[in-house]
């Protein structure tokens, strides 16, 4: 983003902390955007009613009565005035609610309208950008990206065995052999919120044992 990225994606398999990162980083740059918004994708909201949320947060604050325009071609239009007009930071956490199950890179049925959107917020130029978290890559993300586009993806990796030694040593856990730990991080991939629940549960049964 430091680099005027229009639209950057964050991919990783769930638990992994794909949200924890957006909201660091949106933190981290607050001082670089005017306005920065959160939007949550886990409900699964159409286009048009994600659009009109936004309006009403950014209508407001140019002064402009809250009037939402009736049809999401003019929602598009009046929200690509405002990536221009403005630096913005737009999170959509969660992306992965919307896209299809069973088929990498495509949209739920009556979805297709994100990827038309954010192909382009992705090729038209404007100051502002779009952060989206996700599991998979939506295809229209996936045919612009590269090292000198303005639209990027960012996987994420899972933890180290030192990152996960933390995890367990925090419940008091601390036995196992550098293979042992190891091991351990490929079966889980790595996965943060997979160790957290693995420690908890071995630090019950020990508490159990112990009892």
Known sequence: MAEGCRVVRLLGIGGIGKSTIAAKSALG??????????RSLSNAPPLEELLSSLLKFLMPIQGEAPVIPATLD???ILIDEYLRSQR?????DNAETILHSKQA???RSGYEAYGQWLRMMGETPHQSCCLLTSCDNPQEIA?????RSMVRSLPLSGLTPDDERGIFRQRGICMGSETEWQNLVHHYGGNPLALKMVAAATQDLFKMEQS
């Not at 913005?88 to 959509?92: R, S």
């Not at 045919?143 to 090292?147: D, H, Q, R, S, V």
């Open 143 to 147: 045919i612009l990206e590269g090292e």
């Open 88 to 92: 913005c930071l737009l999170i959509l």
């Open 29 to 38: 740059m607050q001082a670089e955007f005017e306005i920065v918004m959160w």
């Open 74 to 76: 003019e929602k598009l």
């Open 105 to 107: 890179g495509q949209w």
